[in-house]
């Protein structure tokens, strides 16, 4: 009998432009590892072609944080709250999600994740929280990272309930945007003590969420987080190409 092999998860990269270097934070990747999965940063400046060669050996693929997502994506002018977009990101990930889409390969988006699904299934996004949305909820805290700041409402029709089995979880809580008007055939799972839209999926594929708090940086200490990479990474081993 062949050994089952462990799902490859290909990761988005992190880009530093005042280094010029493309990085990654350790949590998502050892995250993954935890979960039983094999991570495998992906390059940022490839040819279309070799991510369509990459993307036999992938499982599923992880949508990290990081750049504010340009407004131009979502028919918007940029506004000076709105940070810096990474234009190789706003480029490679619509490609990289719908080629997912397409072969129905399991998709988790964490924070820019959430943001990025939202936006290119057609929603909108608040460009800056602070300026554009009134709340006292803290969506923007001070680290360590790894501790809860607020609670979201799971909606009791949604896998995420299913998963965790509860109407409330806490969160850690670390951006300034976020899903303004839901795109087109995603559905709510969650929402933050002011309203504020937390979790989404696609109910039409095997798993295409997004959340935008960090299990990345909780999952350590948190089995909520560490029930939602361990789904992802369950989905995405069902979804293997490679032969035994």
Known sequence: M?????????????YDETKESIWMLPGYLEGLQTAGAIPVVLPLTAAKED??????????YLFTGGHDI?????????KKTCGSPCGMRDELEPYLYRMALTEDKPVLGICRG??????????TLYQDLPTEY????EHHMEPPYDRTVHSVDII???PLYDLLGKSHMDVNSYHHQAVKTPGNGLKVMAVSEDGLVEAVYRPDKKFVWGVQWHPEFIYK???DARKILRKFVEISSTCRNRTA
């Open 51 to 60: 991510y369509v060669r990459l993307d036999e050996q992938i499982d599923g």
């Open 114 to 123: 959430i943001q990025l699904i939202n936006v290119l299934e057609g929603g």
């Open 2 to 14: 062949a050994e089952e092999k462990k799902p490859v998860i290909g990761v988005i990269p992190l």
């Open 70 to 78: 340009s407004p131009e994506l979502y028919g918007e002018e940029k």
């Open 221 to 223: 200490r948190n089995d």
């Open 134 to 137: 009134e709340t006292d909820v």
């Open 156 to 158: 009791s029709e949604s």
